[in-house]
């Protein structure tokens, strides 16, 4: 498969409800055709995901800070790496990149910003919550923070 | 008569030494609470005209009442007119209760109608409208605060908003108009 370069690596940001319901999945440099496999790598994850959570059964995420709601990689493919965070109200996020040298520093600061930008989005009292999410505005803020990773 | 600038910076000063006075609230509870009040009254009426007049009528009924507070807690003596009025109620009475004031603009040349203009909004924190909401008035509670306030110092005045920065204006703006002075009853006024 050609390397396409995408906006800094990153590939797919999105956001996954408590029920692993998608509420919104973003890509980055891919065609339509190529974004549908990125619902489909995310939902994948989520198995990784739970299989990460029953480790740590018992406490509520976020206990330890976020270094608790940090998951880390959660799948490393051929072409990308797929890194997950998931909210201490049980929301998660991740981070689909094909860039084999990203940080893991750079990593976790994505997701304390996508988190940042998720928890004000909540807060508009027209959104129903864990409902899909098409805010333009939620959009801008995902895509500039992606872009201020290149 | 040109509304004298040495007054216009008094109710500046007045509405901060206001402001730092009062108890404060974490401004997300307030911006919260408004928030959830408004997408409740839409989900009640369905309608967003009739949510624009709940909101003004909620507004009135606080307008009454505030008054009394306010003008006990600000130090501001009664006013002399709807020039005056409109002055105190944009630099000391909306400083003291949202914590921002706002620029008194566009006098006619009767100076019975101006604009209060606001470039910041604590209750919008957070909020977006779509589509669905475009004819919706947010903030309308404070046209109705306007409103019950001044009927309460005998003027009658038509209070509405022609700019929001939530529908994409750079500012928001209320339009204020006077309609006509209320007489006073007079305490012995029988036959």
């Not at chain 2, 008054?67 to 807690?73: R, Y």
């Not at chain 2, 630099?91 to 603009?105: C, D, R, S, Y």
Request: hydrophobic share 40%; proline share 3%.
């Amino acid at each position: 498969h050609p390397h396409r370069p995408t906006l800094m690596g990153v590939t797919c940001a999105a956001v996954v409800g408590k029920g692993n319901n998608p509420l919104y999945v973003r890509t980055f440099g891919v065609s339509e055709d190529e974004a549908l496999r990125f619902h489909f790598v995310v939902h994948t994850s989520l198995d990784v995901v739970e299989e990460r959570l029953q480790t740590r059964k018992g406490s509520p995420p976020g206990v330890g800070g976020l270094s608790d709601l940090y998951l880390g990689l959660l799948c490393p493919t051929d072409d990308y790496k797929v890194y997950g965070y998931i909210t201490n109200t049980n929301a998660k996020l991740f981070l689909v990149t094909d860039d084999i040298d990203i940080k893991e520093a750079d990593i976790k600061s994505f997701f304390r910003r996508f988190h940042a930008a998720f928890v004000d989005f909540v807060c508009n009292p027209f959104y129903s919550m864990d409902t899909a999410i098409t805010s333009a505005s939620f959009d801008r803020e995902v895509v500039q923070l992606a872009r201020s990773y290149q | 008569l040109p509304f004298p600038i040495r007054m216009a910076k008094n109710y500046a000063r007045q509405g901060d030494a206001a402001f730092a006075k009062v108890d404060k609230i974490n401004a997300e509870l307030l911006t919260l609470t408004y928030g959830s009040m408004v997408s409740q009254l839409m989900k009640d009426f369905e309608d967003v005209e009739e949510v624009n007049k709940q909101l003004e009528k909620m507004g009135y009924n606080i307008g009454l009442r505030l008054v009394d507070e306010f003008l006990a807690k600000s130090g501001v003596s009664r006013c002399e007119g709807f020039k005056d009025a409109v002055e105190i109620i944009a630099k000391v009475g909306l400083k003291m209760f949202l914590g921002v004031a706002a620029e008194v603009t566009n006098w006619n040349t009767t100076t019975t109608e101006c604009s209060l203009v606001l470039t910041e909004n604590p209750l919008n924190d957070f909020v977006e409208l779509t589509e669905q909401y475009n004819a919706l008035f947010y903030s309308n509670i404070l046209c109705g605060v306007i409103r019950g306030a001044l009927e309460m110092v005998q003027m009658r005045v038509e209070c509405r908003f022609v700019k929001c920065q939530l529908r994409g204006d750079d500012v928001s703006e209320m339009r204020i108009t006077l309609k006509e002075m209320i007489p006073e009853a007079y305490a012995g006024d029988e036959e």
